[in-house]
């Protein structure tokens, strides 16, 4: 399964929600900007089995962007929004990443890693950065169909660095794997979580850790919709169990 699928079967049924702002994103919506964001990619040069890294916090342009990347055939890293300049430049360097992505929520940050990195490209997300081409602007210019070349990336994701420099794992791509093929987390989570369309999965924690970017993109797979918090806050946490009638979550 896959986004696109639910996008022609329930176009306007939210794919995500933001929390608390309400930002709603449908599984159209996701689809075409996705599309529009890969050919921005290809567009930029980047061809399967290249990396990206992703700066930013919990926004709606995250999975926008981390979809893109995986029906572009990317590696995409979802770096910690915690880190600092020169932690970012090791995970950017060491993953062999050729675009940055940041958000200007983390523009001090962003614009200190530029001066330590040399990628071929830097864009920008909610809101401007200075040296940093705005991603909308790349965006809107492009188609929102496949884009021809279509194939499956995946993340690579790095560990936290608690007994040294964070390791990354990156897992072998198999050339022109279709964007929709099974993989053992679907599996698992609609076999034993009996996750599917009806389900409402919250996300409380950070994008950029392994588990909420994960169990997030696989219930997307199933057609569930995601309320992904944008701040982590207990008692916000329970009013949007309440609020959105969430089944699945993870902590």
């Known amino acids: 399964m896959h986004p696109c699928h639910h996008a022609k079967t329930h176009p306007d049924k939210p794919a995500y929600i933001m929390a608390p702002s309400g930002k709603t994103v449908t599984f159209k919506e996701l689809d075409e900007r996705s599309n529009q964001i890969a050919h921005a990619f290809r567009n930029a040069g980047l061809k399967p089995g290249d990396t ?12 926008e962007i981390c979809w893109a990347a995986q029906r572009s055939g990317l590696y995409f890293v979802c770096v910690s929004s915690r880190l600092t300049a020169p932690e970012v430049q090791y995970i ?5 990443s050729t675009l940055l992505i940041a958000s200007a929520g983390k523009a001090d940050i962003a614009e200190q890693v530029k001066e330590l990195t040399s990628l071929g490209h830097y864009w ?15 965006q809107t210019a492009f188609s929102t169909t496949p884009i021809a070349d279509e194939m499956a990336g995946t993340d690579m994701l790095y560990s936290s660095g608690t007994t040294g420099r964070p390791k990354g794992i990156r897992p072998p791509l198999e050339p022109n ?25 919250l996300s409380p924690a950070p994008l950029y850790h392994a588990a909420p ?11 569930a919709t995601l309320v992904v918090m944008e701040k982590f806050d ?12 969430a089944t699945h979550t993870q902590m």
């Open 234 to 245: 207990p008692e916000a946490f329970l009013d949007c169990v309440q609020t959105y009638k």
């Open 92 to 96: 950017i360097e060491d993953s062999g």
């Open 213 to 223: 970017l994960r169990w997030c993109m696989t219930f997307t797979r199933l057609g």
């Open 52 to 63: 990206i890294a992703l700066f930013a916090e919990n926004s709606a342009r995250y999975f």
């Open 177 to 201: 794997t279709p964007i929709d093929a099974d993989n053992v987390l679907l599996q698992i989570t609609r076999a034993l979580a009996g996750a599917g369309p009806d389900n409402v999965y």
């Open 124 to 138: 920008c997300i909610d809101g401007n950065i200075d040296g940093f081409d705005g991603l909308e602007a790349h």
